[in-house]
C-alpha cells in the first residue's frame, strides 16, 4: 500500500496598505489569489513564477510585495 502527501503551504504578499493577495500551494501546483477578488488563478509551476503573477495582477507601478509563509 503506497501513501502520497499533498503539501499545502500559504504564502501572503504584503504591500504598503497591508495585504495584497496570497499565493496557495497544492501538490507541485502554486494559485494566486487578490484581497480585492475571490477567484484564483493559475496553476503556475513554481513559487517564483506565482509571484510575479501576483506582482503583476497588482497593475502598472505597483511595488513588488514582501511574501511570508503563513
Known sequence: ?????TAHQTWVALG?????????RH???FSVRLRSG???RGPFDSLEVAKQ??????????????????
Open 16 to 24: 504598503p496598505a497591508g495585504a495584497a493577495g496570497s499565493i496557495h
Open 38 to 40: 475571490s477567484e484564483e
Open 53 to 70: 503573477a501576483l506582482h503583476a495582477a497588482l497593475g502598472p507601478g505597483a511595488d513588488r510585495p514582501e511574501f511570508r509563509e503563513h
Open 1 to 5: 500500500m503506497s501513501m502520497s502527501t
Open 27 to 29: 501538490g507541485d501546483r
